[in-house]
């Protein structure tokens, strides 16, 4: 064992400066075993992939070697809440148990920060009318305001009060493309610029998935002058990695940047003399041609393919018209380049948008393929989607994949937006290109990686080739604390009376409990019909889509007794401790949506290499989407719960048994008796259950 190791270990032990130091600190075998792998793949630059179940204290595993080595250190997290609680909270707890002063920086996105150009340009729209839609919008501007002139940091998260999704975001931030850099006015006094510096100079720096892509990818988003000198990279929650990566690997262009940037042109015109009469035609088109496409693309699917989209001849003349008036306003800002940085920003976005709207709308040439479409002459394999279209029998999704780039292109519409995507199917290269640039050593760690105790799937995903793995089970006492119950006699999941039957088999469940429920439905529809007849029940409902997330997960808390209908988002980066979440239902197996036009080409690629798209892509994707949700119910020694499996399938189809492998030893149950008597006794009756994974 390392010197690192052998330290690492001993900071965590019953004995350790962490249990002097820090209340209510629990020394845990599993985190020494955890710390101890860290720190020998520090020690060694080596790729370590671990998983660490619930309950095994894995940030302060990581912090401790972190903090030990002295390294300069990157730590990056699923999410910016993630990020905020480690930095704010995790990290100065450690850091001080070990009386070591490292210094540290947290850094996100740009988007986060204010932009002060920006706002003062938006501080001369008029009140009424304008980009403020509402006398709330113009109030939470005017706290903007307020805040801006006493902040130090200029991170948005600090005004609790504004909703992530606020249209006065992107009037308040820059983004990559409109930022001004050196030229701006406040460059001097660029929150961004400030954070980067904090950075470069930071021993440990605390960033979330997207920014670090963001920055592996070349997007300039992140701290480009700070990865070559990092000698280690911790990412937390690393099972989001590759979609995140999918995307930041990729390219898109979407209605709000196309209006943003004929408002920001037009925004520019009030400091230059004459350039209002040469620019506002232009831009008035360009934010009319950006609706237009959205209106033409209201007979389309949600989502879908370049080729769905552009067999519709409406469509085709829409982004027709959304090519020229591109053209036409960057044609009218050519002329104003000199007049104003502004202007010169405006005119290379205008460029670059038609760059990319010509390359997601360019014909692929595959070999042997004149429309992309297949055959229809899969293997028919196992129905991941128990009676939904088979993959296999796709009839246009692979159209977006030019011959020689393993890319696909895609559309997505919002209720009044639009977004064109280009996204790779592998990002395992590009992943593993860039680790071995770094020369670093690199930890990938979360509660869900393995698939029946394999790395395979997300290793493959990862680019990791060898790498170390270490797999730690929750630490709980699974016989006493949990039980797993499956409902019998219920209908197959595609059936039509299967929603009814679903509630049928649940309300003596939610009795048995009084409520204090999630339940997680893999459709908005399920969660709509559940929601409908759960209403007017004994329990406060609370029901995703009726108020913002935190917010109902708040309320959740402090009723005490509610339940909560949810969809895919509440099965990850929740966390409800204590009596309030004694009970999560899953509805169905989650695998995903069948018409995801990205995990559609992906399956299809997997077939064209030979391989089997369901045991391969589908389903190991589906048993880690089932651990997230099966993960919130225990989250403390305290905890006791009931996880409820609905789905027939997990006893009667073979591939049933690998998501019951994977999941924690709990005792499992078909009789809704043992679910009553759990909850009717202090702990539950033993002897009466099938233990562990029988």
Same mark, same amino acid.
């Given at each position: 064992?390392?010197? +690192?190791? #052998?330290?690492?270990?001993?900071a ?12 209510g ?15 020998e ?9 671990a ?20 390294m ?13 609680? +480690? ?6 707890r ?24 920006r706002?003062?340009?938006?501080k ?5 009318g ?13 706290r ?13 998260a ?6 992530? @999704?606020?249209p006065l ?45 963001? @920055? ?6 992140? $701290? ?7 000698? *280690? ?6 099972h989001? /990695? ?8 990729g390219?898109?262009?979407?209605? !709000?940047? /196309? ?26 088109? /360009?934010?009319h ?12 699917p949600?989502?879908g393919?370049?080729?769905?989209? +552009? ?17 036409r306003?960057?044609? *009218?800002?050519?002329?104003l ?11 290379a ?5 038609? *760059? ?7 014909r ?5 393929? &004149? &429309? ?8 028919g ?7 939904? !279209?088979?993959?296999?029998? #796709? ?8 011959a ?7 559309y ?38 393995a ?5 395979h ?6 680019g990791?080739?060898?790498p170390?793995?270490?797999l ?26 299967y929603? #009814? ?8 469940v ?7 429920a ?15 007849a759960?209403?007017g029940?004994p329990?406060p409902? $609370?029901v ?35 009596a309030a ?5 899953? @509805?169905?197996?989650? $695998? ?12 299809d ?13 589908? +389903? ?5 989407? /089932? ?12 905890d ?8 027939p ?12 492998d ?10 809704v008796?043992?679910?009553?008597? $759990? ?16």
């Open positions: 064992m390392t010197d +690192l190791a #052998s330290n690492s270990r001993a965590l032990a019953a004995d350790g400066v962490l249990a002097r130091e820090i209340p600190f629990v020394a845990r075998p599993a985190q020494q075993r955890l710390t101890e792998a860290i720190a793949a520090f020690d060694q630059r080596g790729e370590l992939l998983e660490a179940g619930t309950g095994t204290g894995k940030t302060f595993a990581y912090l401790v070697p972190v903090l030990l080595s002295g300069k250190t990157i730590i990056s997290t699923g999410t910016k809440a993630l990020q905020d609680q +480690l930095y704010h909270r995790d990290l100065p450690v850091r001080d148990a070990l009386g070591i002063g490292l210094s540290t920086a947290l850094l996100k996105g740009r988007a986060n920060y204010l932009c002060r150009y706002l003062e340009h938006a001369g729209e008029p009140r009424s304008g980009l403020f839609g509402s006398r709330e919008q113009v109030s939470q501007f005017q903007i305001v307020a805040w801006s002139g006493r902040t130090r940091m200029g991170d948005l600090e005004l609790e009060a504004l909703p992530e @999704d606020s975001l992107p009037m308040v931030t820059s983004t990559a493309e409109n930022c001004l850099g050196s030229e701006c006015p406040f460059w001097s006094e660029c929150f961004v610029v400030q954070a980067r510096q904090r950075a470069q100079s930071a021993d440990l720096v605390v960033v979330n998935h997207h920014l670090l892509l963001a @920055d592996l990818a070349l997007k300039q988003e992140g $701290f480009g002058e700070i990865l070559p000198g990092a000698q *280690a990279f911790v990412v937390d929650e690393a989001q /990695l590759p979609e995140l990566a999918a995307q930041f690997f390219e898109g262009l979407g209605a !709000r940047p /196309l209006v943003e940037l004929a408002r920001d042109a037009l925004a520019e015109c009030k400091d230059v003399t004459g350039a209002l009469a040469v620019v506002q035609v232009p831009a008035q088109q /360009l934010e041609a950006t609706r237009a496409v959205r209106a033409a693309m209201e007979i389309l949600a989502r393919t370049r080729l769905r989209a +552009l067999h519709e001849p409406a469509v085709c003349d829409a982004f027709d018209d959304l090519v020229a008036a591109l053209a306003l960057a044609q *009218a800002l050519a002329g380049r000199g007049a104003s940085s502004g202007f010169d920003a405006c005119h976005r205008a460029q670059d948008f038609a *760059a990319r709207l010509a390359r997601w709308r360019a692929p040439r595959r070999v042997g393929a &004149d &429309d992309g479409s297949d055959d229809g002459s899969g293997d394999f196992e129905d991941a989607h128990a009676g939904e !279209r088979s993959v296999d029998a #796709s009839d246009d999704f692979d159209d977006g994949m030019p020689g780039d393993d890319d696909v292109r895609w997505e519409l919002s209720p009044r937006g639009f977004r064109l995507q280009r996204t790779p199917l592998d990002v395992s290269a590009p992943l593993r290109a860039h680790r071995e640039k770094s020369h670093a050593a690199w930890v990938f760690t979360s509660a869900t990686l698939v029946s105790g394999d790395f799937h997300v290793a493959t995903r990862l990791l080739v060898a170390t793995t270490l730690q089970p929750s630490p709980f006492d699974w016989n006493t604390q949990a039980l797993c119950y499956l409902p019998p006699a219920l209908p197959e999941p595609m059936s039509r009376g929603n #009814s039957a679903l509630i049928a088999a649940l309300r003596p939610l009795e048995a409990s009084a409520g204090r999630f339940v997680l439905f893999a459709s908005h529809r399920a969660l709509r019909e559940a929601a409908d759960l209403r029940g329990w409902l $609370f995703q889509g009726d108020a913002p997330r935190h917010v109902l997960l708040q309320r959740f808390r402090e009723s005490g007794n509610g339940v909560l209908l949810g969809a895919a988002s509440f099965r990850e980066g929740v966390d409800v401790a204590g979440l004694s009970v999560v239902v899953i @509805d169905k197996l989650p $695998f995903a949506a069948p018409d995801d036009p990205v995990f559609e080409a992906r399956l690629a997997v077939r064209r290499a030979g391989g089997n798209p369901f045991r391969d892509e589908q +389903l190991p994707q589906a048993v880690i989407a /089932l651990k997230q949700g099966a993960g919130r119910l225990i989250r403390s020694e305290s006791r719960g009931v996880l409820v499996l609905c789905d399938r997990l006893l009667g189809k073979s591939y049933g048994r690998i998501f019951l994977s999941l924690p030893p709990l005792p499992r149950t078909r009789d008796a043992d679910v009553q008597a $759990f909850f009717a006794a202090e702990s539950p009756a033993s002897g009466l259950l099938e233990s562990g994974h029988g």
